[in-house]
């Protein structure tokens, strides 16, 4: 089992495979042997050369956003999709604007595509939000994804969709997809401000059971 979270050596990342965990990804040879074979195919090594410029020409200046009209622009990437959540329709807009300002075409998609009741499939009365399955309208992450591919974008953006309705819009989407945001309620939409707060005002939220487990 690969545990590269707790590897304090990471010889991986000075290129030392001396200072590694026992079991390591670096040193399983079908593993490195597969990956490196990925990069022969000239979309996905187009991706990983423009990533990897991106990174570098903007690093530590230029905001998600700018990486990602830089990256686009990169590729070749003309017609974007923008699928979002229904509680991001203002910055959907700016988003749009800002895409088609830089050259952009931006078709965009949202999760309540489709107007289908939640009821339609089988969500019950109290696993809804305001308490009748058939007036809430459920996120359609498939439908997104849908109507990304019928409109044959070149690259898609996923911004604020729910946990799990982006594991089925990345599971049905055909063309390549980023991510400029991600849905956190209660954090302004950074996931990682529980993660930073997990050894303080957040710690009994995140190991209720045992609070002192792995405290710091
Ligand atoms: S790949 Fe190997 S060296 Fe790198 S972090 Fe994982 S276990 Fe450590």
Do not use: W
């Not at 959540?85 to 489709?114: D, H, P, Q, W």
């Not at 107007?115 to 009365?125: F, N, S």
Request: aromatic share 8%.
């Amino acid at each position: 089992m690969f545990t590269c979270a707790k590897c304090k050596a990471t010889g991986c990342t000075k290129g030392d495979l001396k200072r590694t965990l026992k079991d390591c990804p670096s040193k399983n040879e079908k593993v490195q042997s597969e990956a490196m074979k990925g990069y022969e195919d000239p979309e996905s090594r187009k991706i990983a050369y423009n990533a990897a410029c991106v990174e570098a020409q903007g690093y530590c200046e230029d905001a998600r956003l700018v990486e990602i009209i830089k990256f686009m622009h990169r590729c070749g990437y003309k017609q974007i999709g923008l699928a979002f959540c229904s509680g991001f329709v203002n910055e959907a807009l700016e988003v749009t604007r800002i895409l088609e300002y830089n050259g952009f075409e931006v078709v965009s998609v949202i999760c309540k595509n489709g107007a289908h009741p939640k009821a339609e499939i089988g969500i019950e009365k109290e696993n809804t939000i305001y308490g009748d399955p058939d007036m809430e309208m459920m996120c359609n992450p498939i439908g997104q994804a849908k109507a990304l591919n019928e409109s044959g974008t070149d690259f898609n953006i996923l911004m604020g969709l729910c946990v799990g309705h982006d594991t089925l819009f990345l599971k049905y989407v055909e063309s390549p997809v980023t991510i400029l945001a991600v849905k956190d309620r209660v954090t302004g939409h950074n996931p990682l401000a529980a993660v930073y707060c997990s050894q303080g005002y957040y710690r009994k939220k995140l190991y209720p059971e045992d609070p002192n487990k792995y405290r710091k």
